[in-house]
Structures are given as C-alpha cells and as structure tokens.
C-alpha cells in the first residue's frame, strides 16, 4: 500500500478511505482492466473475404492486445494472489472468462452470419457459447498460458499467424464434421 500511495501521490488514509481493503482496490484495478478490454472487444469488427479470414483476424487481435506485458502481468499478480483472495481470483477469472466469453461470442456470430458456418449446429444459439469456449481454449489460451508461465512476449506475439492459422483452420474442420456441438 505504501507503494501504491507513492504512486497515486495520495496517503494511505486518501487510498483506504475509498477502498477500504487491499481486496477491494485490487478488485477495482482488475475490474477497471476488464472494462476496459471488453470495450475494445465491443467496438471491433472482424476483417475478412472468407470465414476462415474473420475467424483469423478475431483470434490474432484477441491475442494481440492480451499478448501485451500489462495484461499478462495483471494475470500473473490474480494468480499469485488466489491463495490470500481466492473467492476474489475465482471471481475475477469467472467475469473476466464470462465477459470475454460473450464478446468472442458476439464477433464468432458476426463472422459466421455471412458464410455456410451460420447453419452449422456449433453456432446455432443455442450452442454458440460452447463453440466460442472451444475456439478460446484452442486459439487463444495456449498462447497465454505459455505467456503467463514466462515465455518472451515478444517471440509468442511473433508465432501468433502460424499458431491462428492452424487452429483457425482445425477449428473449423472439427465444425464442419460436426465435432464442435
């Protein structure tokens, strides 16, 4: 707290008079963080002639803007506080996942509509939050978990259009033969 208060030019009594515990600024600064992340999700359009365009141009930016030193740190602080706060980390990594979740959801449905994908059962309504988890857990957290775990910003962002490529395409195989419900 000492630190933060440096930082903010504030005393400690100004920081505890408007967060009254360490739980509560730090839920404020990841809160803040997530807001801020889900506007940039909110106010992008996927770019792209083909499906297989969009569903690339949605991961690689996805993984662009998450790839960057201040979210992966921001992370890594969530993680390494879940033993002292672990009703806040739960809660966090559950909006934050929830939050992106639709966001992905949203864009995939965009993509979707103008391609053969938009009659496919894995982005029926009813399922489409299910394929956006899939699409997440493949295209995007292997990339952050390599990240969280310490590997080099600067080479994971480099393997970002092979890594989407791939994924993209597997992702969208498993979805045309029916492995994505």
Same mark, same amino acid.
């Given at each position: 707290?000492? !630190?933060?208060?440096? =930082?903010?030019?504030?005393?400690?009594?100004?920081?505890?008079?408007?967060?009254? $515990?360490? !739980?509560?600024?730090?839920?404020?600064?990841?809160?803040?963080?997530?807001?801020?992340?889900?506007?940039?999700? /909110?106010?992008? @359009?996927? @770019?792209?002639?083909?499906? !297989?365009?969009?569903?690339? $141009?949605?991961?690689?930016?996805?993984?662009?803007?998450?790839?960057? $030193?201040?979210?992966? =740190?921001?992370? *890594?602080?969530?993680?390494? /506080?879940?033993? =002292?706060?672990?009703?806040?980390? $739960?809660?966090?990594?559950?909006?934050?996942?929830?939050?992106?979740?639709?966001?992905?959801?949203?864009?995939?449905?965009?993509?979707?509509?103008?391609?053969?994908?938009?009659?496919?059962?894995?982005?029926?309504? @009813? *399922?489409?939050?299910?394929?956006? *988890?899939?699409?997440?857990?493949?295209?995007?957290?292997?990339?952050?978990?390599?990240?969280?775990?310490?590997?080099?910003?600067?080479?994971? =962002?480099?393997?970002?259009?092979?890594?989407?490529?791939?994924?993209?395409?597997?992702?969208?195989?498993?979805?045309?033969?029916?492995?994505?419900?």
């Amino acid at each position: 707290m000492d !630190e933060i208060a440096g =930082r903010a030019c504030a005393g400690k009594p100004t920081i505890y008079a408007r967060f009254p $515990s360490k !739980e509560a600024l730090f839920t404020a600064v990841v809160m803040q963080s997530v807001a801020a992340n889900m506007a940039r999700y /909110e106010a992008y @359009t996927p @770019t792209g002639a083909t499906i !297989e365009d969009r569903l690339e $141009s949605v991961a690689a930016t996805v993984l662009q803007w998450m790839l960057v $030193s201040d979210a992966i =740190r921001l992370m *890594r602080v969530a993680i390494a /506080e879940a033993p =002292r706060f672990p009703d806040l980390a $739960s809660s966090v990594y559950g909006m934050a996942r929830d939050r992106a979740t639709q966001a992905v959801a949203r864009l995939l449905a965009e993509a979707a509509q103008s391609d053969e994908l938009g009659t496919l059962p894995a982005f029926a309504p @009813t *399922r489409v939050k299910t394929t956006t *988890r899939f699409f997440q857990d493949l295209v995007v957290f292997p990339l952050a978990m390599r990240a969280l775990f310490g590997e080099q910003l600067k080479e994971l =962002r480099a393997e970002i259009a092979p890594h989407v490529r791939g994924s993209v395409a597997f992702f969208l195989a498993a979805c045309r033969h029916g492995g994505v419900i």
